[in-house]
């Protein structure tokens, strides 16, 4: 019997939450970023919808970005495929967490699927990250 299967390789990276949506005070999903070689923060993808434990942890963490955020005055949409924009609220890119990401990559080097987020890394800063493309 012939057939084929599909496996989906999955791997932990390191990134920066650069914005999330939702309130701050209970946060929905990260978007997550790394930084390129000049030092800028670069989109590389987002969260799957996070529980109501880990918003509340994450809002205690997070803080409002200044006006010199590196994603000031961009649009983010709700999936692919769509223009509809995604409402969200950019934050201080401080913070470093580990997540499980499906090693599938856009031509600009995103991840194409969610980002499952695993834990919080206060022993990284966001220069010890990985860089973009990474």
């Known amino acids: 019997m012939r057939g084929w299967h599909k496996y ?17 005070t209970a ?6 970023g790394r930084l390129n070689a000049e030092g800028r923060l670069q989109y590389t993808g987002r969260s799957t919808t996070l529980s109501p434990t880990a918003g509340t942890v994450f809002a205690g963490l997070l803080s409002h970005a200044t006006s010199r955020h590196p994603w000031t005055g961009w649009t983010f949409s709700t999936g692919w495929g769509t223009n509809e924009p995604l409402n969200v609220t950019l934050v201080k890119p401080e913070l470093v967490v580990e997540v499980g990401v499906d090693v599938a990559r856009d031509g600009a080097g995103r991840w194409r699927h969610p980002a499952r987020w695993h834990r919080i890394r206060p022993d990284l800063t966001p220069d010890q990250t990985p860089l973009s493309g990474s």
Not at 8 to 24: C, F, M, N, S, Y
Not at 27 to 32: A, D, Q
Request: proline letters at 9%; charged letters at 20%.
């Open 8 to 24: 989906k390789v999955r791997e932990t990276q390191d990134a920066i939450v650069g914005a999330v949506t939702g309130p701050l």
């Open 27 to 32: 946060p929905r999903s990260l978007l997550l």
